[in-house]
Each structure stands twice: as C-alpha cells, then as structure tokens.
C-alpha cells in the first residue's frame, strides 16, 4: 500500500503560480503513474493532468492545458504540480492519485487509480 501527502497548498492572487507537492511513501514510486485531480466547491472532482510512470508522457485537462505542468522526481518519490497563471475558478481542493503501472499508463477517470492523498487546498483571489 501507498500512502500519498500533498502540500504546497494556499492563497495566491490571480496571475500568480503555486507549486504542489506529492510525497509517496515507500520504495517504489517509479512503478505508479500519477495524477492530480481537483474538487472546487459544490462541484465534482475533475481530473486535472496525468503522468507515466517514467514521466515521458503528460495529459493536461483542456481547462489548465498551457498554464499547469505536471513533473516527478524519482529520488524524492515526489510528484509535482507547477500551477501558473492561476484564475479564480482553479480555487480546489486539489488531490493527487497513483496507479501500478506496468508501462505508458496515463490514467485520467477516477476509477482507474488505487491511492489518494487528503488534498490540499488552493484558493485564487481576484
């Protein structure tokens, strides 16, 4: 089993960037493809990006396509989510997801991941 912490969470103005991360316990983070999804208020999780388990291929919600990018670091087991030019509507509670992968998995229905973090809030001001 995997336990996943998210930080990097807070508030921010609109136009500005925050960087969230995602610690994985244990000794095999290179096998999970990772992802980060979000729950903005009286709404529904939504996927947000997606990464393979290598980290040489990316899937960005069309919502956050060209402003987020999605990375990992192997020796720190981290994932991470770099969130520029933020807008009022990215306010969330953001989560990251991870699934065993054997290859090119880029998961991005809810369904399709095994572990989940607690959130971490982000709230953009306007």
């Known amino acids: 089993q995997v336990q996943l912490v998210e930080s990097g969470g807070g508030l921010v103005q609109a136009g500005g960037s925050l960087r969230l991360s995602c610690v994985a316990s244990?000794?095999?983070?290179?096998?999970?493809?990772m992802g980060w999804f979000r729950r903005a208020p009286e709404k529904e999780r939504e996927f947000v990006a997606a990464i393979t388990r290598s980290g040489g291929s990316t899937y960005y919600a069309d919502s956050v396509k060209g402003r987020f990018t999605i990375s990992r670091d192997g020796a720190k087991n981290t994932v991470y989510l770099q969130m520029n030019s933020l807008k009022p509507e990215d306010t969330a509670v953001y989560y990251c997801a991870a699934v065993p992968s054997l290859g090119g998995t880029l998961a991005v229905r809810e369904y399709e991941y095994d572990y989940w973090g607690q959130g971490s809030q982000v709230t953009v001001s306007s």
């Open positions: 244990g000794r095999t983070f290179s096998r999970y493809a």
